[in-house]
């Protein structure tokens, strides 16, 4: 069953002849579970797809439908609502709150909705996301692999339908960069979790279940990339 | 670009918005100073003029010292005028008493609160002015001659060469007065004549006029007594040794400070809002190979050049601000101001704006600097926001105004120090009001008398009547009344006020209702008197000519209005039916006249034509504007400076709250992003301005109330006797302004960053 469809997604930026179309009739779909991983050089529109994918950017026409929902037909309060729900964000420069320490970061979207958070689904997720011990440090107090696993679990914690990650170890180095992949892809196949990954690194294109190339704001389907 | 300090022009540039809130701020600051020092000026200006007009432009006056030794003084190099003045004889013009003045001409128009109207001074020993209010009632003019009794009970021709201009204090005494040459005011002098001779001195300007008359008194041997300073205009020039104006300087030194630390502190919040961003920058800059020193050229140059263009409008609106206060003196305070140019400058205003603006803005420029030398300024937090007890938004809000420990301060203070300034000058207004009887709705313009005989009770009605007047009442009197009390026995003067009275005197209320008057029976009304501790409840037992009569205190008036003096326990006020049971029913002992329109002439001499011949008119007309023109004059200032402080606080909380907003953008772009709403974002913004405005109200409240009552106990309670009590009223209006700019302030960042795309705020700051 498809979680994500995306049809005929166009994105234009300015107008006449300094048009520039940062998104071309860009279409596909994922199934519930899958990890897939966009490459694409500089400038190409990954960000911009995913900003839109993730409903934090308007398109120009097309449609993105998350769970069988048009998201761009929901209001502006539903759309909060529903992005906090259903999609979990992680950034190249992790964007924790730096008044928050680890634990307050990962169930943040929860304390959003005024809920409870889980408290066993919580330390499951800070055990396997080795943070167990850090969960009471602010983020200026770790590493920037220890934020980004933060910043993972955070996207976990309200167990959304679809995660994206904008170039999640942009920021790191090769080890740490391992590891978030390793994480991501594990995490993926445990709690079948959709992910969607920019990546400019070819190596970590590898681990996901299928690779998109954007080039000039076209995608292209590379298909499986898992050995 | 020819060298690396032309940048900073570049960053103006580029950094648009934030160099335009740093530029307002200045504005504002230099403002608040500006125009707080120029109307300060301005009023004393003012007030110094009035008072040359009122008591003339002496310094200080000897009595009692020969010829030779005012000839001595005179000689002194630190003397600019100095002359005789005689007073205090009394003659007759008819049935009416004339007051003679004399002195010489120089003396006449220098020295003394009299003015000639128009005509010529007299020259000659059979010459004078006569006043005009006693020229009209007379029906003569200058050039025609009037026949006086002079105190020795002759009767002497004079020569009116001019018209003397009427003065309160010859009106309201309803007596002539008269003005001869220093020749013939001695011709025609009494024993009377010592008590009001007095040798009046004008020093030079620059003269330290407290040394100057130490030396006179010790040098020609004079007793304190002897010499007086004009109090008035020695106060308003700083030199006065009176008590009140020594306190009234204190009070003004402390305000000064409270103005000049709120305008720092405006400048330094405002400029430390944006200091992330410079801080950055001034890093930049550091990479790059700059040092210390050249950090620090590039930081003055930045702060100069944003004082430059912020300076000047601060000070040309703090002007048109003064200018305005002016105009509005002008209109209110009519004759009494109507020398007062429109168009004046105030160079101590000018300079202490100009030197707020320059110095702190370079000051809290130089702040950045220290921090780039330092650690890093990105604030590293040590503990985390409390998300547990308070929803997430509300406890983020709060914790972002918790956090910034140097931010928290400098908001706090400037609503603290906004409430303060205002809970300070708010004891200035009542200091204006207190002992002004001018203002009561009880004010008479004309009070009528018949030295120690009774007024018909019907005169009233009659006087009611008249074209022109507006209402008549009256008062009986009943004085050295025996009473006693569980505090003491002694003797008062009873007073009755009709009901209309009574419910007047409610707002002179100390304690207590005046309400149960009304209906006559066992109440009465107590006045304050300094010593005399009655206190509403007490009972009183009066010693009348039908034997004793217990009443009791519903109230203690601060204020009572009555002919006669005081008995050993002071004035008790009771209705008319209760006077008659106490003291019998006589006729009035004053009847109180208000007048339509204060300048009909013809409506007072209706009244004068009503009442018996041997009757006093008492014209307090003039009086009563002079009061109102003071009460007004220092209001315009007070309420100026306050509109001006109230005004300066909500820009201030307007600019800081948007800049703390812009400063977050990134961050709240970040948690929009992962599903923040944006009411969640609108409720964690009110929040942290909440937060910073319940902390200032509260720190303002701690500290201002205390001050409010030390001001209150110092210029108030220990004169007028009068109970401080928390100004509840202008607390609430202050609280209340704070509390509605900071509710006001944030909808603009608000609506700006809901507006913003998610993905255009996170990229803010990158």
Known sequence: MNILEVQNLCKVYGAGEAAVHALNQVSFSVRRGEFIAIVGESGSGKSTLLNIVGALDDPTSGSVRIDGKDVFSLSEKELTVFRRQHIGFIFQSFNLIPELDVEQNMIFPLLLDYKVPDKRFVEELLHVLGLTERRKHLPGQLSGGQQQRAAIGRALVTRPALIMADEPTGNLDSKNSQEVIALLQSMSAKYQQTILMITHNENHAGAADRVFRMADGVLQDLGGARQ | ??????????????????????????????????????????????????????????????????????????????????????????????????????????????????????????????????????????????????????????????????????????????VYGMVMNEDGFRAIADENADDGTTFRIQFKSGVNIRAALREIRDAYGLADRQVAENTALLGLMGQSENSTMQSLYIVAAFLILLVLTAGTVMIASSFSTNVLERIQFYGLLRCLGADKGQVKHFVIRQGLRQSMRGVPIGLLAGQIVTWFACFLLKSVSGDRFSDVPMFQFSAGGLLAG??????????????????????????????????????????????????????????????????????????????????????????????????????????????????????????????????????????????????????????????????????????????YQDGQNWMAGDTLTFQTAAGERQMTIAGVLSAVHAANPAGSCGYVVCSEQTFSELAGSAGYTAIDVQVSEPNDDAAAAAVRNLLPADSTVSDKRLRNSESRSAYYTGAIFIYGFLTVIALITVVHIFNSMSASAASRTRQYGMMRSIGMGAEQLSRMIAAEAFTYAVLGCATGCVLGLPLNRLMFQFLIAEKWGTGWTIPAGPLFMIVLLCLASAGIAIRRPIRRISSMSIVDAMKRGQ
């Open chain 2, 1 to 174: 670009m020819k060298s690396y300090l032309a940048l900073a022009a570049q960053y103006e540039r580029v950094h648009r918005k934030s160099s335009r809130m740093s530029v307002l701020c200045i504005v504002f600051s230099v403002l608040l100073v500006t125009a707080v020092f120029s109307m300060a000026d301005m009023a004393l200006r003012a007030q110094k003029s009035y008072f040359i007009k009122t008591n003339g432009e002496y310094h200080a006056s000897v009595t009692g010292i020969s010829e030779e030794t005012a000839a001595l003084i005179g000689a002194r190099l630190d003397v600019a005028v100095c002359g005789w003045t005689y007073q205090g004889s009394t003659g007759m013009i008819g049935s009416k008493t004339v007051s003679f003045a004399g002195a010489n001409a120089d003396t006449f128009s220098v020295l003394t609160e009299m003015a000639m109207q128009s005509g010529t001074y007299p020259a000659r020993p059979d010459e004078a002015l006569l006043n005009q209010t006693a020229l009209e009632q007379l029906g003569l003019s200058a050039g025609d001659t009037v026949v006086v009794t002079v105190p020795d009970g002759r009767a002497k021709a004079y020569h009116v060469t001019g018209v003397l201009q009427d003065m309160g204090s010859l009106l309201q005494a309803d």
């Open chain 2, 354 to 527: 100009a030197a707020i603006g320059f110095l702190i803005v370079i000051l809290a420029a130089l702040s950045p600097v220290t921090a780039v030398s330092g650690n890093s300024q990105l604030a590293e937090h040590r503990r985390a926001a409390n998300t547990s007890r308070l929803h997430v938004d509300t406890g983020m809000g709060i914790f972002h105004a918790l956090s910034g420990k140097k931010n928290l301060f400098l908001m706090t203070c400037s609503y603290a120090i906004s409430i303060m300034m205002f809970l300070s000058f708010q004891v200035l207004v009542v200091f204006l009001g207190e002992g002004m009887p001018a203002l009561a709705p009880s004010a008479a313009d004309l009070t009528v008398t018949m030295g120690g005989t009774a007024l018909d009770r019907t005169l009233t009605a009659r006087i009611s009547a008249v074209d022109g007047v507006q209402r008549a009442f009256g008062r009986m009197e009943e004085t050295e009344l025996s009473v006693s009390s569980i505090r003491g026995a002694g003797t008062v003067t009873l007073v009755s006020y009709d009901d209309r009275q009574l419910r007047w005197a409610e707002d002179e209320l100390r304690q207590g209702s005046a309400a149960s008057l009304q209906d006559g029976g066992e109440y009465v009304l107590a006045v």
